[in-house]
């Protein structure tokens, strides 16, 4: 635990005081949700599956048609936490959304714009598509680092996707409270949380909830280690504020088994979690407002069994 918690408090301390130089290294590190290696055709790879999981995570959960590109035709799309390329918005223009802006906290975006374009023609040429319609494509959408930003841009978005992107965010309430406001009364939103300890485990998948959350929060008040929320925490909080989970399924986990072996070691409130929740480690979730359809006919969902997520998507 020792060195661990060494490692959080010396990153936090670096993010506190030169919060711009802790960017930058974070930009230079390539910290996405693909890891530091996807280049190249592996990124188109990454991209590509990205986008097409959304597809197929909306059409199992029935809020969209299966066929083409039904899930971004005619949406105006909110991308939270799109990381340091606009791949996926200029992907998802290119599958026929009116407009696509995005919300990140950090401003990763890669600095090289010879290295984007690169990226973004080699996309649009593997769609079978023009690569110089790079910039129409990109055009009358941006990042926005913050939700006033966002709201002066007088749009209100029926579709927000992110991947691997609440688990960082520390104050879901906030955020909710923002996408009240920003999206339309039938919008969908499609999240995939990864709920994994984001890799300074040194035993185990859990370890990272051993901390107890006054001593957690002191090491991590200024990066974006993930804030630890459960699979109730992210449904409780969609439902506070209005959107209802018309699906929720598990892309990784450990057996309840293993989970009950360390139950007993972590710190509250995990401690007092069943080993059914403790054991999913990530989730695709799927809610939508008050206003489509499906809200009505939307079931509880039950913590105790969450179903795998269908085959074929990427795990994280
Ligand atoms: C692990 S990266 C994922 C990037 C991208 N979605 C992907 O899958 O490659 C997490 C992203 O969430 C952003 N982020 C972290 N905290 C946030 C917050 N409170 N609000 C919005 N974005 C946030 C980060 O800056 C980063 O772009």
Redesign the pocket.
Known sequence: MGAVTGYLLGRNLAFRHAPSLANGLMRLTN????GGDAEGDAALDYFEG?VEDYERIAAHSGVCESDGHALFKGRTVLE?????TRA?AMLARQRGALSVDG????D?QTRDPSRLRALYEALLTRAGDDPSRVDALLAGGRVHRDAASLKATGRRYDLVI????LE????LTA?HRELRDLTTDDAVLIHKVDMRSHGFEWDHELDFLLFPEKLYRSLTTHI?EPNRVRAHGYLDVAQQYGFTPVHVSATRRISPERVSTLRASLAEPYRSLSPEELSVLGIWLVLVREGHPLARAARAIELESIPAAPSGMAPF
């Open positions: 910290v996405t949700g693909r990205v939270l936490g799109p990381g340091n996926v919300y990140d906290a950090f990763l992110s991947r691997a992107v960082h965010v520390r104050d955020l974006g």
